[in-house]
């Protein structure tokens, strides 16, 4: 996973994909009620694990977040547009299980759609709340495959793609077996992966490894992610978990199958 997300050549096309989606959703409400509750904590120092080309700090800009910003991306080229781009921040290259920064230096650290990238979430999950200031917040928005039944990265069917895509190239039985996996094989699996596996179940062979050029959503997902997981991990440890909008979010934010979830420092 390291090389698909520093390689330009390997993440061209997943980068394309989300640079898309940014614009075809510029105002989208999920996000919106994000940055809300990230300004309601009045931080005077924000850091973003995985920030990608900048989409969630201009989020947050838009909606008058003016403290100090601190993004991270293992890719450096995508740092050094996003330092083109926006002079008024702070960017750097850097991997999510050895972030250079001392700790306790910041009020909130958060990520967007990342914990799912994760090979070893409880590494990278420590790394972020080491670097939180006491009474600190992690604040996490990730799909809750576990949950949903649904993770992209798993190949369904003969072939990575959509059922309907198939059907409409004439692959009967490739659409078909699609459709069982994906509303029957799919889900169960996910349903007892936690009982089977244990916490933080991995995925070996995420469909962004063999076909880069695919771009389905989530389709570079490792990590099963599950709320679940997150919450008796950090309960475990002792540490408070609040779920801001609930443990399942309002049909009006169009993102039902992600979870939003906070775990405060000590």
Known sequence: MDRFYRRPEVREA?????????????DHPFERQVAKYLLHLHPAAALEIGCGNGRFFRTLRRAGFTGKYLGTEVAGWIVEDCRRRHPD?????????????AG??????????????FVHPEKALAEMLRVLKPGGRLVL???DFVESGRLGSQLTGLSPGRART????????????????????LPRALRRSRDR???????????????PTVTLPDYDAVYLSSKADIEDWASA????????LGRRLPKALRARSWAFLVIRAR
């Open 14 to 26: 997943y980068q394309e994909y989300i640079d898309k989606r940014e614009a075809e959703s510029f």
């Open 89 to 101: 921040a702070s960017w750097i290259a850097a991997s999510a299980y050895d972030i250079p920064l």
């Open 104 to 117: 306790g230096s910041f009020d909130v650290c958060f990520s967007y759609g990342v914990v799912e990238s």
């Open 141 to 143: 928005l990730f799909p």
């Open 166 to 185: 198939k059907l409409e190239r004439g692959r009967w039985l490739d659409a078909a077996i699609t459709v069982y996996d994906q509303k029957f094989r």
């Open 197 to 211: 596996i244990g916490p933080f179940p991995v995925n070996l062979a995420p469909v962004a490894l063999d076909h």
């Open 237 to 244: 440890l002792g540490l408070a978990v609040e779920f801001p």
